[in-house]
């Protein structure tokens, strides 16, 4: 039992350590350049939380004076802590609306401007995390964005936001406008009665406690639940992009059960929140009900007893009872808290994430010559203890066509990945032209290297734009003549807006063909020295695979050129054939030299052309 209850001692420090580092950090690196704007803030709540201790002040006043059966006799004392004022009883009457007028619109004004500058300066601190994790995404490792569905980081920008924005937002207007409200009601307290005060605060301590082991509980639910929220994403997405594959087998049913399980258990998880947020209500209830029950006691038996007025018991209990709305407030407001630092723990984990690909110091651009592509003793891995590719020796010549071959998983569309630094080998070297593209910068090396994919990525924007991605700020008539060296020129001018037509989503917008040939238009755009070709046509049909080829031997003409080929007309033109099997080149040669042995590569060439002529198998 003592080990358990040290446990969760230790639990509990660690947590109000964590969430302090939080904080100070949100602070130091997103709310403390607008120090001046919270400055301005911090005072109008001041001027707020004054306005609100005067209520309680002018209360009694304006209750002594209408109670003041002697006329013009006992002066009406009002003491404002800096400066007492003695008024006679006509003149607390006449006084009285005035006052009130006065402070309520003093108070509106300051509301009005608080809120404004806190939206600003909250909008603001969101808008620039946000472009800050968007923009360490997008410079992140793909090993490190490959442990996250796509769907599940982009509901970072959203839910987890939601409740940093929040916390934001109620830290401004209600944490610094509730203290300062609480300060000022307490001062108006002890002005009335100095003991009456001591004994409304006896009652806070007990509650306090219990509140705080609410906060924690929130914040460990809200963690789990925002990672199942996450989760979830992820699995509604990737469902939705699979509908085809779903609905031709028939997993209607096990999507639905997998998701409903996902459903059932952030269900689970906010249920638990709502459910220890519902106990702060009735324990702040019962805090200030028993604070309202002890005053209501000793003041009147003060009063009953001739040393206290009833003036001093209604301004007391009017500062007590506008006292416990912001108490409540700040006892909702723990739960956000907790909620937020969740939230922020989860964005600043991967903040702090440092992408391994990056510039090392000194890095040097690549200066390419002819393009040539050595890999020394090169080995990979994905995961420990699962080569991908292994020692790996291989010259690409430059300005010559080199194919690789292999059974699916053999390792080629690794060896690719290397070469621009999409991974980094563990073991061995890549260079080109003699410089180890480790130690030249990234944007040199990218700027080198043009890439043609199967899997062809289009963003939501016009054809142009989408060619123009190629080489910034190139013309228009550079992405023209691009688009005919690709054989897309013909089919875009087609379309009602031609080059202005938006492509959709991915390119939903176009055919699989139309898709590939603009890609290959972005690469004649790039005009890069090294082209790596990773099967760009094997999802076309025949008429669309002859268009691309003419296209693709274009621009392979003179450039260094990598290319996964499954095609016997590619595979036949290169000028070397590299044939991988289990991570290692077990064969190398040309089309003819290889096709006349009895290797792998002959083996793959007979089952090809003993098939449907089309393409050699996992090639």
Known sequence: MKLELLREAKAAAWAEGDTRALVLRLWREWLGP????????????????????????????????FTNRSGTGAPIKINLIVRRFVLDRESAILLAPVFVVVVTTIKGFALYATTVLTNRVVTRVEADMQSALYAHLIDADLAQLGRESAASLTQRFT?????????????????????????????AMIAIDPVLTLIAAVAAPFFARPVARIGKKLRRNA?????????????????????????????????????RSTFEEIRRLK????????????????????????????????ILDGRSTVGDFAGFITALIMAAQPVRALGNLNAILQEAAAALKRYFAILDEEPEIRNRPNAKPLAVRGGEIRFEKVSFAYREGQAAVEAIDLVVPAGRTTALVGRSGSGKSTLLSLVPRLYDPSAGRVLIDGQDVRD?????????????????????????????????????AEVVAAARAAAAHDFIMALPDGYDTRVGPGGAGLSGGERQRVSLARAFLKNAPILLLDEPTSALDAE???????????????????????????????DLIVVMDGGRIVETGTHGALGAGSGIYARLQRLQLSGDGLAIPGG
Not at 170 to 186: G, Q, Y
Request: hydrophobic content about 50%; aromatic content about 6%; overall charge positive.
């Open 271 to 302: 249920m638990k929140s709502a459910n220890a947020r519902a106990r702060l209500d009735p324990l702040l209830e019962a805090g200030g009900g028993i604070a309202v029950a002890l005053v209501l006691s000793f003041i009147g038996w003060r």
């Open 34 to 65: 607008h120090r001046g704007t919270l400055a301005l803030i911090l005072a109008l709540t001041v001027v707020i939380a004054c306005t609100t201790g005067l209520y309680p002040i002018l209360i009694k006043a304006a209750f002594e004076a």
């Open 544 to 574: 669309a695979e002859m268009q691309v080829q003419e296209a693709l031997q274009h621009l392979m003409r003179g450039r260094t050129t990598l290319v996964i080929a499954h095609r016997l007309s590619t595979i036949r033109d290169a």
């Open 440 to 476: 030249v910068t990234l944007e040199s090396l990218r700027a080198a290297v043009a890439v043609v994919s199967q899997d062809v990525v289009l963003f939501d924007d016009t054809l142009r734009a989408n060619i123009g991605f190629g080489r910034a700020g190139a013309s228009e």
């Open 223 to 259: 963690s789990s639940s925002q990672e199942q929220i996450g989760r979830m994403a992820g699995l509604v997405s990737e469902s939705l992009a699979g509908a085809r594959i779903a609905k031709t087998f028939g997993l209607e049913a096990y999507l639905k059960e997998r998701t």
């Open 159 to 187: 839910t987890d936001f939601a409740f940093i924005r929040e916390a934001l937002t109620r830290l401004s207007t209600v944490f610094l406008r509730e203290i300062a409200t609480v300060t000022a009601l307490v001062v």
